[in-house]
């Protein structure tokens, strides 16, 4: 269990000041714990005693003690082939090296998702998604609007009102005006955090409707507005997140939801063969 988990498990009551800590470590894990505690307390606006006493909550005996465990855990990644991302890249690893890298970190990936996966919070999330009238709307932003883009097309073929919001403010803005208690929104939002989908967030949920997160953590902001969130592993050996982990998230989504809607399902997809043909959206078969 890193700091993060042990925050999150702690069940503190927390103080503005202390939120604020909470949210710049979420945002700049690990390599923001590293810094001092008067630094920390700078970025965040509170004091440096602030700092030291949110860590003696945790039961840390020490703010040094707390770093010890944070440069075990930094170098434990770099000890292994696998997470040795910029170190590697910076050699000319060969193609080998890079294919190895990127399975064993997607391994690794799917593996502690799984490991991690709240069960509870899975089967609550299917449950609101294919609550009657319900209507779902998917946002994103920048990297992981793939992972949007997959679980709109592919849950459109499950409910029948599905839609892919814009990023963008002011056409977000225009897509929920009319938000309402019938409205889900399935909200995927890994660090750096979006403003738009918090704000997104926070009018649905004013406006009675349900928030469902998909996240790298427990302590993301969306996670905090969330009616129900999951979370997801994004390490990778190179600079860029994984989202395999992600994708593998919502498949399983998608598969509670057809399994929850069979008949339903089999008749849009019996619809679907006649318009996909009707479209001529396929090559004829050779």
Same mark, same amino acid.
């Given at each position: 269990?890193?700091?993060l !988990?042990?925050?999150a #498990?702690?069940?503190?009551r927390?103080?503005?000041? +202390? ?5 710049y470590l979420?945002?700049?894990?690990p390599?923001?714990v590293l ?22 909550k ?7 003690e707390?770093?010890?465990?944070? *440069? ?5 990644r770099?000890?292994? &082939?696998?997470?040795?991302?910029e170190?590697v890249m #910076?050699t000319?690893?060969?193609m080998?090296a890079?294919?190895?890298g990127?399975?064993?970190h !997607? ?7 799984y +490991?991690?996966?709240d069960?509870?919070a ?7 998604l ?7 709307s998917l946002l994103?932003s ?6 949007a /883009?997959?679980l709109?097309?592919? /849950? ?16 977000l803005? !225009? ?5 309402g208690?019938? !409205? ?6 890994i ?7 918090l704000t997104?967030?926070?009018?649905v949920?004013?406006?009675g409707?349900?928030?469902v997160?998909?996240?790298? #953590? &427990? ?5 905090? /507005?969330?009616? +129900?969130?999951?979370?997801?592993r994004?390490a990778?050996a190179?600079p860029?997140?994984?989202?395999t982990a ?5 498949n399983?989504?998608?598969?509670a939801v ?5 008949k339903e399902?089999?008749?849009?997809l019996? *619809? ?5 043909? +009707?479209f001529g959206?396929f090559?004829?078969? #050779?």
């Open positions: 269990m890193n700091l !988990d042990k925050i #498990s702690a069940g503190l927390l103080t503005p000041g +202390e939120s604020a800590l909470v949210d979420a945002s700049h894990y390599q923001g810094e001092s505690a008067t630094a920390i307390a700078a970025h965040t606006g509170i004091s440096a005693s602030t700092v030291v006493r949110f860590f003696s945790l039961g840390y005996p020490s703010f040094p707390v770093q010890r465990e944070i *440069r075990e855990e930094v170098s434990a770099l000890a292994s &082939p696998a997470n040795r991302a170190a #910076s000319g690893q060969p080998k890079a294919l190895e990127a399975y064993s !997607d391994r690794n990936n799917l593996a502690a998702t +490991e991690q996966l069960v509870r899975f089967e609550a999330a299917v449950q609101m294919t609550r009657r009238g319900a209507r779902v994103a920048k990297n992981s609007a793939a992972v /883009l997959y709109a097309t592919h /849950l459109n073929m499950c409910l029948p009102h599905v839609r892919l919001l814009d990023g963008g403010p002011m056409v803005a !225009d897509q929920l005006i009319w938000a208690p019938d !409205d889900v929104l399935l909200a995927i939002s660090r750096r955090y979006s403003r738009s989908i997104a967030a926070k009018h949920k004013a406006r409707g349900k928030v997160a998909l996240t790298d #953590s &427990p302590l993301a902001p969306v996670a905090a /507005l969330a009616d +129900e969130y999951l979370t997801f994004t990778n190179s860029f997140d994984s989202y992600a994708i593998f998230l919502g399983a989504l998608v598969s057809a399994a929850r809607r069979g399902v089999r008749q849009a019996d *619809r679907g063969e006649g318009l996909w043909t +009707e959206v090559t004829a078969k #050779s």
